[in-house]
């Protein structure tokens, strides 16, 4: 028998290592197995939140429903962490005749130690393992610097890719198909067990995600579809504004694979083939995929990232000021500062923070607070929807300053100003502070006598602090 391991590739459309699985057991006239498993202690050692969760479990579900619909099977296995996962899939192949396994390769640190001790061990027992490369748009191994080496810079590194892409990418992007009528498999299609299930541990459902966020692939696509149609055309414009839907949406889908990078370039070029957008808005966007790509090809080229370490190793010496209480006021909302509150609160509420905002509040909490980026890297982490370790660690480390080609460390957001210039008449704000719904839009990014609202003062000093964290950086 054949199986295809799903990990963070939920998906049956453009997945490599699916397609190769499939091929070989129609080539064999063998049934095509799948398998998911499931680690909530090593998730939880990983931060990942309840509402990331809850968004892998309906992702899980919705897959199951279009395995089954393609006659594949698909089965749900547990353990509590990474240690245990290969032992398992050993017992589980022997059990069942296995002899050749697919997955999609994971960059990040303990994923990539998990398959190394997984490949072992299928292999002295005989079962091949085939590992194909799936994450990024372009195979990290595959840009280095005419030295060979790692780029440590964006743009070089983006326009390596955009050469590479044109050159060889432009092919169509494979398909499964349903397995056809005697390689069906008979085994018992297993029912995904729902939250609550010890399957996923303690995880707990968080229902307001479902709202904006429906699962599985279809609804992907379908997002994907009209992003390209309706908004694309207006990205460059609306993209940092919080209070326009001008974005995509869809980090959630490409964090669990119900969507790869490869389909939203690709239908962003068909989006420019058919004039629902200009080229420029197209590369735009795209731009944002490069950059997600960067960051796992970091991960690649500079592993100890992947272990609690800034890139920029001498930063490790910043003296972090640390107030505790000053960070349970940036992660409830309460600092003074009416965009940083109004995003942390739509943060904790929706599982959700637009671009711009966590830019913002990523800086604020480094540069005014003095706070560790580790601290503020860990709480997205428990709270974003579509945590991905490589690009949360990447937003922290470019906002901290500590990482490869990160905004340099004299440049310290004024987060009323970035206030005045990305929510002007205080939109986003007065969604989410009920408290300053009457407060003149004059005075909405720093109002004059804020108690009058029932709003606190500032924490800091915007001035203050930015002059003291450029004296702690300085010290070095
Ligand atoms: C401090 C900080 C933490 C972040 N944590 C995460 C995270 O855990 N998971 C996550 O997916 N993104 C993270 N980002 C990147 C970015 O904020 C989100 O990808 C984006 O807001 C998702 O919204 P969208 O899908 O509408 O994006 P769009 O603007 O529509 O962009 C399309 C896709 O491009 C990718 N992308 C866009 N911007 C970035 C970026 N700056 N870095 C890397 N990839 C990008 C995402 O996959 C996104 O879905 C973080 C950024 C910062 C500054």
């Known amino acids: 028998m054949v199986l295809h391991w799903f990990r963070a590739d939920l998906r049956l459309a453009d997945n490599p290592a699916l397609t190769q699985a499939q091929a070989l057991a129609e080539q064999l006239a063998v049934p095509l197995l799948t398998v998911y498993i499931s680690t909530p202690a090593q998730w939880r050692r990983h931060d990942v939140g309840d509402a990331r969760v809850d968004f892998e479990t309906r992702s899980v579900q919705a897959l199951a429903q279009d395995l089954y619909a393609h006659g594949i099977a698909f089965h749900c296995l547990t353990c509590p962490d990474y240690a245990a996962v290969p032992q398992l899939l050993l017992d589980w192949c022997r059990a069942r005749g296995i002899t050749q396994v697919f997955a999609n390769r994971q960059y990040e640190f303990n994923e990539t130690e998990r398959d190394r001790n997984v490949h072992r061990i299928l292999r002295k027992s005989s079962i091949e393992i085939t590992w194909y490369h799936d994450q990024c748009l372009m195979k990290p191994e595959r840009v280095r610097t005419q030295n060979g080496d790692c780029y440590t810079v964006f743009t070089p590194y983006k326009n390596n890719v955009l050469r590479q892409w044109h050159t060889h990418m432009q092919h169509a992007l494979p398909s499964v198909a349903p397995m056809p009528a005697g390689t069906h498999n008979t085994l018992n299609l297993c029912d995904v067990p729902a939250m609550g299930?010890?399957?996923?541990?303690?995880?707990?459902?968080?229902?307001?995600?479902?709202?904006?966020?429906?699962?599985?692939?279809?609804?992907?696509?379908?997002?994907?579809?009209?992003?390209?149609?309706?908004?694309?055309?207006?990205?460059?414009?609306?993209?940092?504004?919080?209070?326009?839907?001008?974005?995509?949406?869809?980090?959630?889908?490409?964090?669990?694979?119900?969507?790869?990078?490869?389909?939203?370039?690709?239908?962003?070029?068909?989006?420019?083939?058919?004039?629902?957008?200009?080229?420029?808005?197209?590369?735009?966007?795209?731009?944002?995929?490069?950059?997600?790509?960067?960051?796992?090809?970091?991960?690649?080229?500079?592993?100890?990232?992947?272990?609690?370490?800034?890139?920029?190793?001498?930063?490790?010496?910043?003296?972090?000021?640390?107030?505790?209480?000053?960070?349970?006021?940036?992660?409830?909302?309460?600092?003074?500062?009416?965009?940083?509150?109004?995003?942390?609160?739509?943060?904790?509420?929706?599982?959700?923070?637009?671009?711009?905002?966590?830019?913002?509040?990523a800086m604020f909490l480094v540069k005014d607070l003095l706070i560790d980026w580790r601290w503020g890297e860990r709480y997205f982490a428990q709270k974003l929807i579509d945590f991905d370790f490589a690009s949360n660690n990447g937003g922290w480390q470019w906002s901290a300053s500590t990482g490869n080609d990160s905004v340099p460390y004299f440049r310290i957001f004024n987060p009323t100003k970035q206030s005045e210039t990305y929510d002007a008449q205080g939109v986003f704000i007065k969604q989410w502070l009920p408290e300053l719904r009457d407060c003149p839009v004059k005075e909405i990014h720093a109002p004059k006598n804020p108690q009058q609202f029932g709003y606190p003062t500032p924490i800091v000093a915007h001035a203050q602090a930015r002059q003291r964290f450029l004296d702690a950086w300085q010290a070095l």
């Not at 974005?247 to 070029?269: D, F």
């Not at 083939?273 to 991960?299: C, G, H, N, P």
């Not at 990232?305 to 640390?322: C, D």
């Open 197 to 361: 299930d010890a399957f996923w541990g303690d995880y707990t459902p968080t229902p307001h995600t479902h709202v904006d966020w429906v699962a599985g692939e279809s609804a992907a696509q379908a997002r994907l579809d009209a992003f390209c149609a309706e908004t694309l055309h207006r990205y460059a414009q609306d993209r940092d504004h919080p209070s326009v839907q001008g974005t995509s949406g869809l980090s959630p889908y490409l964090a669990v694979g119900a969507l790869s990078a490869r389909q939203c370039w690709h239908r962003a070029q068909l989006a420019v083939q058919t004039q629902e957008t200009s080229e420029l808005a197209a590369e735009k966007w795209q731009t944002e995929l490069i950059w997600r790509d960067f960051y796992r090809y970091v991960m690649v080229g500079f592993p100890y990232v992947g272990q609690n370490l800034p890139f920029k190793r001498n930063t490790q010496g910043v003296a972090w000021y640390n107030d505790n209480t000053a960070f349970v006021a940036w992660c409830e909302g309460r600092t003074g500062y009416p965009l940083i509150d109004a995003a942390m609160r739509c943060l904790n509420a929706t599982n959700f923070m637009h671009n711009r905002l966590r830019m913002v509040c």
